[in-house]
């Protein structure tokens, strides 16, 4: 394992970006659930804290594993493989988690009719 910056400042920078997308979405869903009751949403809620918190450790970890990766199968600079790594973490993870609170609204939403 390298000690060096980029191998906890990628990482780091990739968590701050996937949790300013999970508070954004995390705000799209309180308006999603616009018409249920506390009870009714709560577990949705729940899930998505879930959701956002997991997306946040699976973006920081890939975005580490694509930076080392990277650096041993290629002579990129280190200034082109960092923001490769932290764009493809966050599209991934932003994807699989727009997905995942998808799928919770429609199973809430056919849930309570």
């Known amino acids: 394992?390298?000690?060096?910056?980029?191998?906890?400042?990628?990482?780091?920078?990739?968590?701050?970006?996937?949790?300013?997308l999970g508070a954004?979405?995390?705000?799209?869903?309180?308006?999603?659930l616009n018409g249920f009751t506390e009870k009714q949403a709560e577990p949705m809620l729940l899930a998505t804290l879930v959701l956002i918190l997991g997306n946040i450790v699976l973006s920081a970890w890939l975005s580490g594993w694509l930076t080392r990766m990277?650096?041993?199968r290629t002579e990129v600079s280190m200034w082109l493989i960092g923001p490769l790594a932290v764009l493809g973490a966050t599209l991934v993870g932003g994807?699989?988690?727009?997905?995942?609170?998808?799928?919770?609204?429609?199973?809430?939403?056919?849930?309570?009719?």
Not at 5 to 18: C, E, M, N, R, Y
Request: aromatic share 12%; net charge positive; hydrophobic share 65%.
């Open 70 to 72: 990277m650096q041993a």
């Open 24 to 32: 954004l979405l995390f705000f799209m869903v309180i308006l999603g």
């Open 1 to 20: 394992m390298t000690t060096s910056p980029s191998s906890w400042i990628i990482p780091a920078i990739t968590g701050v970006i996937a949790l300013l």
């Open 95 to 113: 994807m699989l988690l727009m997905v995942g609170i998808f799928i919770g609204l429609l199973i809430l939403s056919f849930t309570y009719k």
